[in-house]
């Protein structure tokens, strides 16, 4: 799912990755990561129950709660099978569940859960508040999807770039997202950012803005298509020293922006991606940006984004914002 | 609350057209650095800034920000205030320290727009 074509994650590189990421998310806890429509079983019921109950929903794990949502226990998979080779699968839960459990509080950051999936090695574990009541389960995978679901970027970046760059194909002539070739002229919306006056940064965004007014009455749509654009194209006037181009396709579901610029490119993406680093001079930073916050911005608005640069030879920004997405 | 009231309050020059048409203020944003508009800013607020380039009715107008009120000793340039009649956005301008304007609005009890933006986030 992660890595590239035919290869799958393994453990080892779930957690390099895991280790990687760490510093990156230190603000994820526990309970943005849980998932919280949890099933669960009274002690009452059979490690029968508790076995169909698993197999039908397809989980490895039933936590088991009282009448007020308080963790008791946990059955898995392992305890299902000895319940079957003992012999006692009809017996009441509360005789064969795991009741010594290792849980989580609700704002444990994301460095404390992966050292405590590194020292304890269960696949999952539960996340209770202070009076033990169940709130949510965490597994590695949740990890992993939050990580990306905040990031989206950084895998699909990686890999897109290293597949543009290495073969070597004009990445200005292909959608980052989907690979394809990008039929430039079949634009819905075209500007030439063609100015080098920080004071005019945005004119091509508040043009797209308008554009997008005339086709849809989705005003938190058009606001986050906007606010992208806008810091997309703040950077091209004060960091490319070039000129560039907006272009917009108009689909029911999905709006896209691509902004291209021929300039002196970005040195680091990871560097840039990162919340308060910026190489902007003390008169950009005068008029407002330069804070470090653009790419960071646009990737929060947009629901999908590849950004692909080379020093010296410019930088393609692509987003997709889809009708039905985050915010 | 209405912008005519802010107007009032905060003594201010009103640079366009503003008048009981204007949508109510429904919280407030402070900030010079656009970028921190952008990211946390929404629609309702109005914009108090020290920032007097066109770049601040921009910002203001993307976000979807109700109306902008610059803070400033000196005078707003003509290039913003004709951005703001394109772009239709009322334009105060008050001739205070933008502690002591946050504060006059700060003790009317409107909402924090930024802080808001970020929980959200």
């Known amino acids: 799912m992660l890595s590239r074509k035919g290869s799958r994650l393994t453990e080892r590189n779930v957690d390099d990755l895991l280790e990687k990421l760490r510093g990156l998310f230190s603000d994820i806890t526990a309970k943005d990561i849980m998932v919280t429509n949890i099933i669960s079983l009274t002690k009452d019921r059979t490690m029968w129950q508790a076995k169909e109950l698993m197999r039908i929903c397809k989980i490895s794990g039933v936590p088991i709660v009282d009448n007020d949502n308080h963790l008791l226990g946990l059955v898995s998979i392992e305890d299902i099978i000895l319940a079957l080779e003992g012999n006692h699968i009809t017996d009441p839960i509360e005789k064969h569940m795991t009741k010594d459990l290792i849980t989580f509080a609700p704002d444990v950051d994301l460095e404390g859960l992966i050292e405590r999936f590194n020292r304890y090695r269960y696949g999952r574990f539960p996340v209770v508040d202070s009076e033990g009541r169940l709130l949510g389960i965490i597994s590695k995978k949740d990890i992993i999807g939050a990580i990306l679901d905040k990031f989206r970027i950084i895998y699909v970046h990686d890999a897109r770039r290293k597949e543009v760059l290495e073969r070597n194909v004009d990445w200005f002539d292909r959608s980052l997202i989907s690979g394809d070739y990008v039929e430039k002229k079949s634009a819905d919306f075209l500007f030439h950012i063609d100015y080098t006056e920080v004071d005019m940064a945005g004119v091509g965004s508040a043009k797209l803005k308008s554009y997008l007014k005339t086709r849809t009455d989705d005003d938190s749509l058009v606001r986050r298509v906007s606010i992208a654009c806008y810091e997309a194209e703040v950077n091209v006037v004060i960091h490319s020293g070039s000129e560039g181009y907006i272009y917009a396709w108009y689909d029911e579901s999905v709006i896209r922006v691509r902004v291209e610029d021929y300039g002196k490119g970005i040195e680091n993406v990871e560097q840039a991606m990162k919340e308060g680093f910026s190489t902007a001079s003390d008169h950009v930073r005068e008029l407002g940006f330069g804070a470090g916050m653009g790419l960071p911005n646009m990737h929060r608005y947009s629901d999908k984004m590849v950004v692909v640069s080379e020093a010296r030879k410019g930088v393609v920004v692509e987003m997709n914002f889809y009708r039905n997405g985050r915010k | ?121």
């Open chain 2, 1 to 121: 609350m209405k912008l005519s009231e802010i107007v009032q309050l905060l003594n201010c020059e009103t640079l366009n057209s503003v008048d009981d048409s204007n949508p109510e203020i429904a919280s407030v944003g402070a900030a010079d650095l656009m970028s921190d508009v952008l990211a946390f800013g929404g629609p309702g607020m109005i914009l108090v800034t020290g920032l007097n380039s066109p770049q601040c009715v921009r910002t203001a107008s993307v976000v979807g920000a109700s109306a902008v009120l610059i803070i400033r000793k000196r005078n707003v340039p003509e290039t913003t205030i004709e951005l703001a009649k394109e772009l239709q956005m009322p334009l105060l301008h008050a001739r205070m320290s933008m502690y002591k304007a946050c504060g006059i609005l700060f003790e009317k009890q409107i909402s924090d727009a930024l802080e808001e933006g970020k929980q959200i986030d």
